[in-house]
């Protein structure tokens, strides 16, 4: 007998009374900030279901509860329960019918008639299906052969038995977020492509034995031919990761059809057939044998699908770098997103003249499109700089916007939240810079000069801009002016500023970042003696590198997971791709020793009189935490003040909302210490 769906209706209020004054954003407030995510449009074009993540306090965790919403917005979103419990997974069968989880069991519903019915043995099977449904194909694991174990004697058992310890012989032996050592990539079983029938009878079979991992399965419309990414070298610890493109015909030929040092992803068939469409991007083996000074552009690819002609780029002439990629029904574009200076838009190539178009405008940042079966209407998320993601609506052509939720609306109608400018400056080159100044809620220039937070984003190869982020928002309730800026290196601005800083991080971004500085100090009631940095990954660096160059500048800083020492950072991080590229090659080539000593922050220690509180997780593997206890104890031997705060068990990005919460304390507790008036 089928269970009954429960639709729950929730009340998103979108004012409150003009007479309740607004209030600070206060510590408490983070818990009550939710995050909408994952929305997924119906085959109709109907329908939206997104998701909304909730922390909470008591436990730690996040409640993830389903939401389905009409995309002509005219009726409030409705929350998916079954039998009062929230589902979670929310995604569209081909049919119409909203597949959830409820306890690991899978159910489907018409959203109409709420009737829910679990998952049978006919539903649609895990893998990807053919064109006709008549196939499934499906990745199965082909373990490696172990060694034999070693012919100990009684006595020699004995010991091993009672070792405490690790043992391994492989060089990745670290991987942040992974238990130590990581897992030896030598013994990773090997995959091979299977064919299931789904509607005849008869024996699977399979279709790809070789020693691959296939990844990114696409069938041909025709159903005669799969193309996928395989890595043929993916247990040979001396190379980097490198995945080309293969196709396999459902009899059985299997054809290589790239080898070329670039990394492809994103594969592809065109609607029609015609063409396979991939995006492709430099090997990082590439860029250190031609020993080059970039890392090269993401390009967007297609071929004739019967490997007839040349590859045509389709972004040869366009400088920004394009997301995944969802063709047009008729074969005529690809669609995609991709940050521009601090936004984020979806934009469309056609195929295949390579002429680029953008679709959505505005000062936001979408992301999680969707689209309908015709493609004639999508879904997203848009944020802003005072707004956390809501899920919006349009045509394809971007036309018609609506917003569908308003989940955070009547919380933040009663918060009064910092205002945030866009600033453009030239930095020491006349290179032109972009940032975001946020003021201090309830801003009032008679009331400054204000203190100034300086943040610096990670990555490096990442930007800000217009999203909510809920510690500056805190920070600028307290008091505090909040800066963000695009140093170079940043994304969004074309491939000469992404690879301005190669070969000398710190010191063209360091120059942009104080330019800034100086450009806000000269326009802003700020008070210019107190003034901090601070920032994690690539920022944390930022962090430790200014503070060294110019010391008179802040008053303070908070360095979040930040180098201090490249050639010890090189054989114990995860990612010693970056000194063999952007320092052009290992400490033990005495070029690359010297720009990496030339460009570590302990070189400098000596310069620093900057009070700093250092912040890293005890298992960061990314940027190891005897990082930060290098500079940490080189300020202290100075007799400057330094704090260290060191999280249990945590990795690279220090997750949990307790440690959110205890971090924006310790933080705060920083820059009041340093940066209040005296």
Do not use: C
């Not at 954003?25 to 983070?30: A, G, I, R, V």
Request: proline fraction near 6%; avoid cysteine; hydrophobic fraction near 35%.
């Amino acid at each position: 007998m089928p269970r009954v769906l429960t639709v729950a209706l929730v009340a998103f209020v979108t004012s409150v009374s003009a007479a309740q004054s607004r209030s600070p954003l206060t510590l408490e407030d983070y818990y009550r900030v939710q995050t909408v995510g994952a929305p997924a449009m119906s085959p109709d074009g109907a329908r939206v279901v997104f998701s909304v993540s909730t922390r909470l306090e008591a436990d730690n965790g996040t409640r993830v509860q389903t939401f389905v919403v009409a995309t002509d917005a005219a009726s409030s979103p409705r929350e998916i329960t079954y039998e009062g419990k929230p589902v979670s997974g929310g995604r569209w069968e081909a049919s119409g019918r909203l597949r959830y989880m409820v306890d690991r069991q899978a159910w489907t519903v018409d959203v109409m008639q709420a009737d829910a019915v679990p998952v049978t043995a006919e539903s649609p099977a895990p893998g990807t299906p053919s064109p006709d449904g008549a196939w499934v194909a499906l990745l199965t694991d082909v373990p490696v052969t172990p060694a034999p174990a070693a012919a100990w004697s009684e006595f020699e058992t004995r010991h091993a038995q009672r070792f405490k310890g690790v043992i391994f012989d492989w060089m990745q032996f670290q991987r942040d977020g992974q238990p130590f050592p990581a897992p030896d990539p030598r013994v990773r079983p090997a995959q091979h492509i299977v064919l299931r029938p789904l509607i005849a009878a008869g024996p699977e079979r399979v279709l790809v034995d070789r020693d691959l991992r296939p990844s990114g399965l696409v069938w041909h419309p025709s159903g005669g031919a799969i193309a996928f990414l395989a890595d043929e070298r993916f247990r040979h610890e001396q190379t980097y990761e490198r995945t080309d493109l293969w196709t396999v015909t459902t009899g059985g030929a299997l054809a290589r059809v790239t080898d070329d040092l670039f990394v492809y992803g994103g594969v592809d068939y065109s609607p029609d057939g015609r063409y396979l469409s991939y995006a492709r991007t430099f090997g990082t083996d590439k860029v250190i044998r031609e020993k080059l000074d970039h890392g090269g552009p993401r390009d967007l690819f297609v071929r004739a699908a019967d490997g007839s002609g040349a590859q045509v780029n389709l972004t040869a002439d366009w400088d920004l770098e394009p997301g995944a990629t969802t063709w047009s029904p008729d074969g005529a574009r690809l669609y995609f997103t991709a940050g521009v200076r601090g936004e984020s838009h979806l934009f469309r190539v056609s195929v295949p003249a390579g002429r680029v178009e953008q679709v959505t405008t505005g000062h936001h940042r979408i992301g999680s499109v969707t689209f309908d079966r015709a493609m004639q209407s999508m879904a997203y998320t848009v944020t802003t700089h005072d707004r956390p993601g809501e899920v919006y609506a349009a045509r394809i052509d971007g036309s018609g916007e609506r917003k569908l939720s308003a989940v955070n609306d009547a919380f933040l109608s009663g918060k009064a939240l910092g205002a945030t400018e866009r600033l453009r400056w030239n930095s020491r080159d006349g290179t032109e810079i972009e940032g975001w100044l946020t003021f201090p809620s309830g801003y009032d220039q008679a009331r400054g000069p204000y203190p100034l937070i300086v943040f610096s984003h990670g990555g490096p190869h990442t930007s800000v801009g217009y999203s909510f982020e809920f510690k500056k928002q805190f920070f600028a309730a307290r008091g505090y002016f909040v800066l963000d800026t695009n140093f170079r290196s940043s994304t969004g601005y074309g491939e000469a500023f992404k690879w301005a800083t190669w070969g000398a991080w710190g010191d063209k971004d360091g120059e942009d970042v104080i330019a800034g500085l100086d450009h806000v100090l000269g326009r802003y009631p700020i008070d210019r003696g107190r003034v901090g940095h601070t920032g994690h990954s690539y920022g944390g660096f930022m962090t430790n590198w200014l503070i060294t160059q110019y010391p008179d500048r802040f008053a303070a800083a908070v360095s979040g997971a930040g180098i201090s020492n490249w050639i010890s950072d090189y054989g114990t991080a995860d990612i010693y791709r970056t000194k063999e590229t952007e320092f052009f090659g290992p400490p033990w080539d005495a070029a690359a020793r010297e720009r990496m000593i030339r460009q570590s922050p302990i070189t400098y220690a000596g310069r620093i009189r900057t009070p700093t509180l250092f912040v890293h997780g005890e298992v960061d593997q990314r940027v190891p935490y005897e990082e930060a206890e290098q500079l940490y104890f080189a300020i202290r031997r100075r007799g400057v003040p330094a704090k260290m705060i060191r999280y249990d068990d945590q990795p690279h990005s220090i997750g949990g909302h307790w440690n959110n919460v205890h971090r924006m304390m310790q933080e705060l507790a920083w820059w009041e210490t340093y940066l209040t008036k005296r």
